[in-house]
């Protein structure tokens, strides 16, 4: 069946977010005085920012209370990295485009704030294609829990047989696998391997014929 729909998520699908990330926490935290290492950087880019700071200010018995104050902070800055320097991965605009062409509905599915997508897609010209945006602030329980793409389908008024999702690492895949959605992992720069399990692996977005092809048109 040709699906209905495609369900992309952001962070390492459409866009290559990591850097900034990164940079936002660093300025952030060298505010307040501390200069951490590149890999701690990398690991905060990678987790819940909440998660990540609160632990920090309790290795370094700094009040929690003062969490949310650098919380937006950080948000602040990575929203302006983002629009300065949207890096969409190569095939993304294209797939889009050839997408609509077909007339498949597209939504974003992320644990990421709706802000840090619309920031991209507004400096990327794909503001306009995506019918529907789940963010992290609209769901109580994130990825891997099947939330985020069962409200998805519910704004979509779409079964979950009648979708595909794009995914790029285990949580994802299994989010959008607990959901019932078909699936097609992206490497971009990662290999295959096991977190891909029975979905289907494609090395890159690109060229949009062939990804057509796997997402079932």
């Avoid at 050839?98 to 897609?121: I, M, S």
């Avoid at 609209?138 to 998805?152: E, F, I, N, R, S």
């Amino acid at each position: 069946m040709t699906p209905k729909a495609v369900l992309f998520d952001f962070d390492g699908v459409i866009a290559d977010t990591e850097n900034h990330h990164i940079a936002a926490w660093q300025r952030t935290l060298a505010a307040m005085g501390w200069l951490i290492a590149d890999e701690l950087a990398v690991r905060a880019a990678e987790v819940d920012d909440r998660a990540f700071l609160t632990e920090l200010f309790t290795t370094r018995d700094v009040p929690v209370d003062r969490v949310d104050d650098w919380l937006a902070r950080k948000q602040t800055l990575t929203v302006e990295l983002l629009r300065y320097s949207p890096r969409v991965y190569p095939g993304v605009v294209e797939l889009v485009e050839a997408l609509r062409g077909r007339k498949a509905r597209l939504a974003v599915v992320t644990g990421t704030w709706r802000e840090n997508v619309q920031a991209v897609l507004d400096a990327s010209g794909l503001a306009g294609a995506f019918d529907v945006i789940v963010g992290k602030e609209d769901v109580t329980a994130q990825k891997p829990d099947p939330a985020p793409y069962l409200l998805a389908l519910k704004k979509l008024r779409l079964a979950p047989r009648s979708v595909v999702a794009i995914e790029d690492s285990p949580t994802g895949l299994a989010s959008a696998g607990a959901a019932g959605i078909r699936r097609i992992a992206v490497g971009h720069r990662r290999p295959s391997g096991d977190w891909v399990e029975d979905a289907t692996f494609v090395e890159s977005l690109e060229p949009a014929a062939e990804l057509l092809e796997r997402l079932g048109f």
